[in-house]
């Protein structure tokens, strides 16, 4: 029940003084619907992606850091195994840009996503060093 109150802090949005200092995107804001999100303003932007929805079993389905969100959260709308969790309360996005590949591997062991998917432009050697790198706001520390 925990897991499901820190993931449902995502889709209310940020609070608070820590909500400017964030990495992830969008901030002071919901996290949006991947069903309805226009990912076009992202293209050729590199960054760490993150996908989770909000059923009686809240997961995190899909992280990744990719060489191009714009494509990788458009292409990630249109695959099955992304979108079989849509009636699991929704699938949502948050992203972060200026990320290290070792930064990202710290955030993807931590938030342990279901899915072992391949997403589009994704850059599958992120070393074996980890690196700190804040989870998105309202996870907690999941690890």
Known sequence: ??????????????????A?????????????????????????????VAFWHLGVRPQWLKVALVQNLGLAIAKAAATPAIMSYRPNGDVYLAWARSIQPAQ????????????????????????DAKADFPLPPGTGDLS
């Open 1 to 18: 029940m925990a897991l499901r109150a820190r993931l449902s802090s995502l889709v209310r949005g940020l609070a608070g003084s820590s």
């Open 20 to 48: 400017p200092s964030s990495p992830w995107q969008p901030v002071g804001q919901p996290y949006p619907l991947l069903t309805t999100f226009e990912a076009a303003p992202l293209n050729n932007v590199p960054g760490l």
């Open 104 to 127: 990202a591997k710290h955030v993807i062991e931590a938030l342990q996503p279901v899915l072992k998917i391949k997403l589009d432009t994704e850059i599958d050697n992120l070393g």
